[in-house]
């Protein structure tokens, strides 16, 4: 008979360390922290089956504040330290924790290699648009023209779209949300219960070298610029007066009033987080001409590479007996009496 | 007549010479299966009863143009019937299928040594490529040595005709019509080649029963050709088998022998293991063989580069299996930082190297020992980790073994140094009773210890605890950054990184006391001279030395297996000689890190010319020390 060990209910500060954080006063990244170890007691999280690993980087201080399991790796690897660590032990919950910088450019590779396998994880992208703990560079995020310690007369090449990098490596969930969103939780949730790769952009507040970068649509007068999708519901924002529709010539969403709530006749789109062409333009919506796209962007899972490569190893194991005097026994051999 | 043969240096058709050891080396296109007839004459030397070795020499390129004279793939086996340990300098035959095989390796053979050319690929095309300016077959350029030229192309096709192959199909018969030859002129037994054709061909008996022709067509030609104006025969040798010790035998390389002993030794320490890889000449073989291995307890994981390779096994490692990667010197640059990563982390990791030929892309098919300062210095900090040195294909197996025992008992990543020679080349081996290793089973900590859990935590090794994530009360984190003393908290200290590094390189140091004391593998522990060297070098300064004392010189070899850290007597071994040499395929890598260590005298003996040391090389620097 098997003994049931109760699972212990945690609460938020289970899941904190006893470490002093070292970010700075007002830095984005507490809040995340926060929802976080808010998220793990509502997703019924054990600490010592959680992993959390991440690369090099103001983010990746990350896992020292989690009272769980955690690998603070090199610049650019947790994906690729990710990946050994779980499938040396797929039972273990692996997050991993990155920023702009870390993800997309010393990192770029591994990334896209992670997200195309599909290793059941959840992959967190902080992106603050700078280059923080190297004091203020332009990343791969940066918008054209940032003024940095690097770029002093303006950064003149294309930001890279967090998003639109994952969905065209491969991802099969694709999420995003801000630092101080109270919508976070809910998409982490999301995110952990997506079976394989799951890639959340989370937009974050670089105080001291980039503050304010997503004013735009995070300060409270702007959020009627926030598009919070939620799936099998229509695309709407500013407080229901706005959406998104298709325009059926050019082939491209555009955005519509909404009368009197009536998003049907003015041709609103009903989320569907399984489709990928739309995912695909939500994430290229131009900001400022189109609200930003928050929440679930699409959530279409596929088996992932971690099952994929235990079920070969058992599938080819199965009926062989391991034995190491055979092997080393076997091909053309001949005796000397 | 296409199959009209020319003879330069008759010989009387009579019983088999004898002969104590031969060297053939068999060059020919890249594409013409030179490597697969070197390797199926090696076997059938193995089952002859000799002991052997081989070197195998190819080109970068898989398919070079037809007939340029880099292109040109070339196998050499050294066999006989007393002690081999080296492929042999010079070759006695040299079999050759172009005039580009002929123009590479002619020069290497031995004076008055036998040539066999394939006529019918000596076009006047073919003779352009290879920079000919008249046809070597037919005036006296090669009258050193003895020359037999026959149309091996026309006289396959001919012997395939029944099988209906195409033109291409055919002529790629000729190689098992060279080994049928071969394998006549030496007094073998075609069946097991016979029976390795029908299964390897399993699936089109049409080829394998053209090929069967081809080579039964190559052993009855060497046993009816007259060849020549003067009838005569071609010269047929006998090799009697080597006297060995009593038990099971089989050919092993160096990939295959890598693969087997990371096997065993996670069996020996209960782990299983996870290899990361990326594909890189000349290491990848050792990815190919773990692969079909996953009954083992083996996960094999094709990376997207060199780092990820090494940084999964790293994951790996930290979840609770032997993190295992492998490559060759540009990919190891790539993984250095995160070696960093697994000294800091004082993870268990074997990394094995299989050199070749650098710098940068340098020569990927080539053998070189370049990578030494690599393995010992190459990363930034003070990083020390164990580096260990196989010197032969079958010793990789029990080097890799100590690189598991090593890297999981002391928590560290651990160095194996191979080199392309030894990944390729193939040899006897005598299969080791497994029963007679020692177990070294690891042991995670499952529990919270007296006093509370501390992750940098020492045992009596100076060795932190392995915890696997999923152990409850043992939750801990682990980085790059400065470790704190016991507990791993971040700590950038003066104190405590001072306290750190001494305690890495302690630990590090402190291997020695765990391994084996340097021998000495032939001579005596003293005297005039010492032959001190590491790696694949082993053969041809093992031979050197034995020559030179048959001759009554006072020298003696010493071979390296533990480069770092080095064993505890090995300093006052040295300083018991009154020269020391030590022959390496560098600069003089091994020459300076004992000078440091051991403020000798140690002489550089350097060959970088992508080639092993020939005996006749060292022999001659031994008797120059000695004069």
Redesign the interface.
Known sequence: MNDMTPVKKTAPKDWE?D?EVRWCPGCGDYAILKAVQRTMPEIGAT???T?F?SG?GCSSRF??Y?????????HG?A???????????P??DVWIVSGDGDALSIGG??T??LLRRNLDCQFLLFNNEIYGLTKGQYSPTSREGTRSPSTPFGSVDRPATPCAFALGSGARFVARTYDVAKQTVDVLKAAHAHKGAAFVEIFQNCIVYNADVFAGFTEKANQHQQLWLENGKPMLFSGGTKGIAMDMKALTLKVVDVLDGDWEAAGVIVHDVTNRAVAHMLVEMPFGAFPMAMGVLYDDPRPTFDGA?IA??EA??SG???D??K??????????? | MATAARVDAPENHSAPVNSEAVVVRFAGDSGDGMQLTGGQFT?SS??A?NDFATFPDFPAEIRAPLGTLFGVSAFQINFGSTEIDTAGDAPDVLVVMNPAALKTNVKDLKPGGLIIADSGEFTARNLAKAEYDANPLEDDSLGKWQLISFNISQLTMDAVKPFGLGNKEALRCKNMWTLGLALWMFDRDRQ?IID?LNEKFAKNQVLADANIAALNAGHAYGETAEIGQSGAHIPQRHVDPAS????????ITGADAVA?GL??GC?LAGV?M?F?GYPITPASSILHALSR?????V?T?Q???E???I???????????L?VTSSSGPGIALKT??I??AVM?ELPLVIVNSQRGGPSTGLPTKTEQSDLYQSVYGRNGDTPLPVIAARSPSDV?DCAIEAVRIATQFMTPVILLTDGYIANAAEPWK?????TYKPFPVTFLDHVPEGGFKPYSRDNKLARPWV??????????????EKQVDTG??NYSPENHQLMTDIRKGKVDGIADHIPDQDVCLGAAGGKLAMVGWGSTFGPVHQAVRRARAKGLDVSHIHLRHIWPMPRNLGDLLKSFDKVIVPEMNTGQLKTVLRDQYLVDAKPLNKVSGQPFRIAEIQAAIEEALA
Do not use: C
């Open positions: 360390t470490q600490p010592e089956n992993v690993v090099i896992p020292y989690m009272e769980t399991y955690g690998f603070h790796t090199i690897r994906p690729a330290v990710a990946t050994g660590v779980k499938l040396a032990n039972d273990l590779n591994h896209m290699h490569v070969q190893n080819v194991s062989k007996t391991p190491l005097q092997l080393i026994s076997k091909g053309q051999t001949w005796t000397v009496e | 076997l193995a089952l009863g097991p390795w060995a010790e009593p038990g099971l035998y089989r050919t087997y096997v065993a069996q299983k996870f990361g291995l996953k009954e083992f307890g996960t994981f990376a997207e580069d780092i990820a390779a940084a999964s096994a790293i994951g790996a490692s930290y979840s609770g299996q993190g930082e995160a960093g990563l982390t197996f299969v080791p009773d497994m029963s696997k994530p999923g152990t409850p009360g043992l939750l801990h984190r682990i980085g790059g950054i908290h971040i």
